[in-house]
T-cell receptor
Framework: ETGVTQTPRHLVMGMTNKKSLKCEQHLGHNAMYWYKQSAKKPLELMFVYNFKEQTENNSVPSRFSPECPNSSHLFLHLHTLQPEDSALYLC????FGGGAEQYFGPGTRLTVT | AQSVTQLDSQVPVFEEAPVELRCNYSSSVSVYLFWYVQYPNQGLQLLLKYLSGSTLVKGINGFEAEFNKSQTSFHLRKPSVHISDTAEYFCAVSGVRNQGGKLIFGQGTELSVKP
């Protein structure tokens, strides 16, 4: 595998379910990000991890819980979501430092029923 | 804090015609600027970026952008587009002092190239 991979690519879950999104980067980067992409809206930065430490939480509801066990893996744990949480969730990674290019995964298309 | 405005949500153009996608930003500090492209069912891919130096930046796939500090703009151009350029394009900004990599994205411009 190369680049940034995300699993699953598609997920349908009920409002009472618990599920997790997984992201893995094979680029040797030390920063990882979760973004939410909704139709007709700018990408919304959700969380940033630098060297496994969370450095940004963009006022994300607690029903989204990130986990970064090491610099290569990032998870987003989901529970009791709302229909408005349906979106494309993108993971990205980069080297730490200003101006660094972020490399994106293909995303997980989440539908909450 | 920074913000980005992409002035056109949709840009239809015929194949082999030139195109310009407009981006304006707002920031109280110096910035880095980026253009990303997103093809259907894929993540974002970097087209080009401005960090410092020459204000004309060349990227992949024949795209270029010009940083204009006085007009706080970073417009993306291509002299002759192909059908394969059909995609969504995002302008993004990051404060120079922000070492944590936080990017602020614009709303996106959907480029549709017609034969």
């Amino acid at each position: 595998e190369t680049g940034v991979t995300q699993t699953p690519r598609h997920l349908v879950m009920g409002m009472t379910n618990k599920k997790s999104l997984k992201c893995e980067q094979h680029l040797g980067h030390n920063a990882m990000y979760w973004y939410k992409q909704s139709a007709k809206k700018p990408l919304e930065l959700m969380f940033v991890y630098n060297f496994k430490e969370q450095t940004e939480n963009n006022s994300v509801p607690s029903r989204f819980s990130p986990e970064c066990p090491n610099s290569s893996h990032l998870f987003l744990h989901l529970h009791t979501l709302q229909p408005e949480d349906s979106a494309l969730y993108l993971c990205a990674s980069s080297q730490f430092g200003g101006g660094a290019e972020q490399y994106f995964g293909p995303g997980t298309r989440l539908t909450v029923t | 804090a920074q913000s980005v405005t992409q002035l056109d949500s949709q840009v239809p153009v015929f194949e082999e015609a030139p195109v310009e996608l407009r981006c304006n930003y707002s920031s109280s500090v110096s910035v880095y600027l980026f253009w990303y492209v997103q093809y259907p069912n894929q993540g974002l891919q970097l087209l080009l970026k401005y960090l410092s130096g020459s204000t004309l930046v060349k990227g992949i796939n024949g795209f270029e952008a010009e940083f204009n500090k006085s007009q706080t703009s970073f417009h993306l151009r291509k002299p002759s587009v192909h059908i394969s350029d059909t995609a969504e394009y995002f302008c993004a900004v990051s404060g120079v002092r922000n070492q944590g990599g936080k990017l602020i994205f614009g709303q996106g411009t959907e480029l549709s190239v017609k034969p």
